[in-house]
């Protein structure tokens, strides 16, 4: 394991075996491995699949989180790859939802955060809007909003 003991990296020693035993279906969660075979807590790899029945159904979203030494008290930072199309995404990837911000509460765990950014991409706050190119197609021409969204879901098909 990386170095470094503390609440942070115990929390999420504890979270990596909950996931293990049980996670949803479509989602991965995993520790990064750095490059002498060692597991970082602090920084997890994760896909995010689209919903079915969506316009995101059939594209795996590649997702960092990054934990501080602080967790569980402060939320992650979440990360799709930069230039991400999403209304509550910023150009640099960091997605702007409640539960990650005002909203966070240290129960709050890895898989609730990685629902709730699923249940976002479909269900984008206008209301806070991270990219303006982005809220102005959603509000002002959704079939071209649907349109990229089908694209970009097209970008990230399932490696296996």
Not at 47 to 56: H, L, N, Q, S
Not at 106 to 129: C, F, H, K
């Amino acid at each position: 394991m990386a170095s470094g003991g503390g609440v942070a990296r115990g929390h999420l020693a504890e979270e990596r075996k909950s996931w293990r035993r049980s996670h949803p279906h479509g989602f991965v969660a995993k520790p990064e491995t750095l490059p002498d075979g060692s597991v970082n807590l602090m920084v997890w790899n994760c896909i995010v699949p689209g919903k079915e029945g969506t316009d995101w159904e059939g594209g795996y979203f590649p997702l960092v989180l990054n934990f501080d030494e602080n967790y569980p008290t402060s939320a992650p930072v979440c990360k799709f790859p930069a230039g991400f199309f999403h209304v509550n995404v910023y150009n640099t990837g960091a997605v702007c939802l409640s539960i990650l911000g005002n909203g966070w509460k240290p129960s709050i765990t890895v898989r609730q955060i990685l629902i709730g950014i699923q249940d976002l991409l479909d269900n984008p706050n206008p209301a806070s809007p991270a990219q303006n190119s982005c809220y102005e197609l959603l509000v002002k021409n959704l079939p071209e909003y649907k349109n990229r969204v089908r694209q970009q879901a097209k970008r990230y098909p399932l490696h296996v």
